[in-house]
């Protein structure tokens, strides 16, 4: 009878610590959570590796052909149109980020009207998330309209 008492007390002491531990992991998470990613660290390298920086670089001064492919016109054109939409399009840097170029969002937005790509490809090609290119693609789609309107003909 005494060794079933010692035993029992070994276990009630037991679970006791465990659950101490237990509340002090609990609290210790409350005191210092876990912080949110603010940006993916690949979206980060944009500037670096994303396909504005490297493969339209190249292709724009390389293979003309393939340029042309991608974002179905050539670079004189590209750089006609980018002059006309940047007032409309560009954004400020702020303390906490800085904004897409308006060459990316028109690169972007031009591959997606080309090639019918996904947000989520278009987001790995370019190193932008899919919610800035859920936003940049409209607004760039406006811009080119408002420049070119009459030379555009739209179904009403």
């Known amino acids: 009878m005494v060794e079933s008492r010692i035993v ?23 005191r210092n959570p876990k912080k949110r990613i603010w940006c993916r660290e690949w ?22 052909k393939e340029y042309r492919m ?25 303390i906490m980020r800085d904004a897409i170029k308006p060459e990316t969002m028109l690169e972007v937005t031009l591959n997606y009207l080309a090639t ?15 919610s800035a290119i859920s936003i940049m693609i409209p607004i760039v789609c406006q811009a080119v309209y408002d420049c070119l ?4 003909k739209v179904c009403e």
């Open 70 to 94: 991608m974002l179905r016109m050539t670079a004189e054109k590209f750089d006609y149109l980018l002059g006309l939409i940047t007032p409309l399009i560009q954004r400020e840097n702020t």
């Open 149 to 152: 309107k009459d030379f555009v």
């Open 8 to 30: 029992i007390r070994n276990c009630v002491i037991n679970l006791t610590n465990i659950l101490l531990e237990e509340v002090e992991e609990i609290l210790e998470e409350e």
């Open 43 to 64: 979206l980060t390298r944009r500037e670096s590796q994303g396909a504005s920086t490297n493969l339209i670089r190249e292709l724009r001064f390389e293979d003309p």
């Open 116 to 130: 019918g790509n996904n947000y989520r490809t278009l987001s790995h090609l370019f190193r932008v998330s899919k």
